[in-house]
């Protein structure tokens, strides 16, 4: 946030460091685009290698380096399965961390419908199980669950912050 943001606060946004930056932090275990594009898939359900790479179309040596990465980072597990007269391989499922990206895919997912959809329409559409109403991602309040608008937040530095060196 800038000081034309809702920032306000003692230390300017400016003057404080970013190393700690959780979407910084966040970026630098997903965020690049064959990354978010597996978790797309495992949200859907995907989770043998072989469908990722013929779903997503990349190479087995970035798929592999991707995975790695993914497990690595405690967002999938592997969990060993053996096709009958096969080699014993991995599925890949999504963890508690991994699902917890959930929000962040549909946030992207609402953002591409309405600022980059071509014109046959979304690929999903996705539905409360309950009443079939439409679902869409917003940031709350905590105290009255109401929806909120950037300039309905306070932005203070938290204690993490510190001055850049």
């Known amino acids: 946030m800038t000081k034309s943001g809702p920032y306000d606060g003692g230390m300017e946004w ?3 460091s970013t190393e700690n930056c ?25 989770r043998r290698f072989d469908d990722f790479r013929r779903h997503i179309g ?5 798929l592999s380096d991707r995975l790695r990465k993914l497990v690595a980072a405690g967002i999938l597990k592997t969990v060993p399965y053996r096709e009958p007269g096969s080699r014993s391989r991995n ?14 895919l549909m ?16 690929l999903l559409d996705l539905r409360h199980a309950d009443c079939d109403a439409p ?18 937040v306070t932005v203070r530095l938290g204690s993490g912050a510190h001055a850049r060196s």
Do not use: F, M
């Open 58 to 62: 990349l190479s087995e040596a970035v």
């Open 91 to 104: 599925e890949y499922r999504l963890t508690r961390k991994g699902w917890d990206l959930w929000p962040v």
């Open 14 to 16: 400016l003057e404080a």
């Open 107 to 122: 946030a992207l997912s609402q953002w591409g419908q309405l600022h980059a959809l071509g014109p046959e329409g979304p």
């Open 22 to 46: 959780p979407v910084q932090r966040t970026l630098d275990v997903v965020g690049e685009k064959w990354t978010l594009l597996i978790l797309r898939d495992a949200v859907n359900g995907v």
């Open 135 to 152: 679902v869409r991602v917003v940031v709350e309040c905590c105290a009255d669950h109401a929806a909120l608008a950037p300039g309905d």
